[in-house]
């Protein structure tokens, strides 16, 4: 098999398989092929990674903050040394073409593991004087973190986890989404040859079952998810239960604005690539673009004959700009969401149809699609469709267009194009999003805080913001004179 790994998972420094566990197939969406067959993790790997994590926590935390982030960096040099294969694999297990891989994925997780590395010698307390005495307070470890993977991004959702947790003093469990459980597996081998104790990131395989065990193991203290809503609440719910701390990184239905006096061109990038990019599959897409009415149908004219020329095919191939949607089972529901748009009397302007690139008969492909006439009612307008789908909805005024923006129960990301800044920063100061773009779209680089709010998310990845979400305070008061007491 293409890309078999040397087994399921990756437990205390070293590869381990239980073939008691449940057989799954990793298969290549652009050819259907089967590419590796693994065992979902039992409850015997379960433990061991439990009691590996544990173990490397307490080595780990006691070293010097400083060596922790050499070896995050090391790690960070690793991964840069070896983007051609890491990006590679990251196209097999995801469908996603070469020419996304090689810059967004191996890439984006080696500059968080060199931030968090950067930033681990600097996560100091404060002194606090209280006039004769005085207190300060550490920034502690919480202990073993949990982190569980949606499918999209593997390799970037696995660093974007595992730099934050290690750089405060963290271990990490990570379970890859069963769809995608290559990537996470070179992560855990390169932290080991960056010197990392075994065990502080183990890798395990399996279904939501086996993330559910983890989430409410009793010696997890911190679950971090990356996955839909309906996930999110029921993975939020279980860490309640054991009163652990959470991150939850969740879905969106994002809004870009797009208005009268925006550069066109500008707001067309912006809109492709927050529709187009991974097909379609990135949880912070700008999938509701509300086109203000006057330039509508030059938005639209352009947008269509922009779109004409992408160029989807073989995503190993470096001039495919679009590759297949993950699996087949997300293609079929990606095509029940254009036939809701359709039966529900959007105007289909381009795609919404399947593509069968020669040679590639069996792969699930899909034209990008753009719907216009799109209104906040209808269901592809209301729900995550998580493909390469674009609502083109259009407003008239200012306050109605951000009303309708917040009229979500969704709050991941939102943009703004416009040539007059100071609305552009009155706009995004009102719309209720994390995660936010003046003139841009979907850049995320790792000093810059992402998250969600409402049913989005809670809790924040990158920049030092993530840190606040892996350590715990304790407070330290220092008594320095005599011990005051009533008796
Ligand atoms: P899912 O919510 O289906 O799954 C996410 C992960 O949770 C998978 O590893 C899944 O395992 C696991 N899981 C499922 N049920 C449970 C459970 N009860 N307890 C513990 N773990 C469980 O999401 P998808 O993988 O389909 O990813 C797409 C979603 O992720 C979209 O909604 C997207 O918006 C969101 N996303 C959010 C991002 C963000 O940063 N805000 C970034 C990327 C994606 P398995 O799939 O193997 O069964």
Redesign the pocket.
Known sequence: MRAQPQASHFVDGRYVEDTAGEVFENVFSATGEVIAKLHAATDAIIEEAVASGRRAQKEWAALAPVERGRVLRRAADIIRSRNRELSELETLDTGKPIQETIVADASSGADCLEYFGGLAASLNGETIPLGRDFAYTRREPLGLCVG??????PTQ?ACWKAAPALAGGNAMIF?????TPLCALKIAEIFIEAGAPKGLFNVVQ???AV??K??SHPAVDKVS????????S??YA?AAAGIKHVTM????KSPIIVFDDADIENAISGAMLGNFYSTGQ???NGTRVFVHRSIKERFLSRLAERTASIVLGDPRNEETQMGPLVSHAQREKVEAYIEKGKAEGARLVAGGERVAPEGLEDGAFIAPTIFADVTDDMTIARE?I?GPVMCVLDFEDEDEVVERANGTEFG?SAAVYTADLTRGHRVIGRIEAGTCWINAYNLTPVEMP???MKM??VGR?NGRAALEHYTQIKSVYVGLGPQDAPY
Not at 249 to 252: A, S
Request: aromatic letters at 8%.
């Open positions: 569980i993977g949606a499918w999209n991004y959702i379970k890859p989404s069963e769809m399996g279904l939501g993330g559910a983890l989430v998810l990356t996955g839909s809503v309906p996930t999110g029921k993975v279980a990184e969740l879905g969106g990135i949880c912070s995550e998580f991941l992402f998250g969600g989005s998310g990845e």
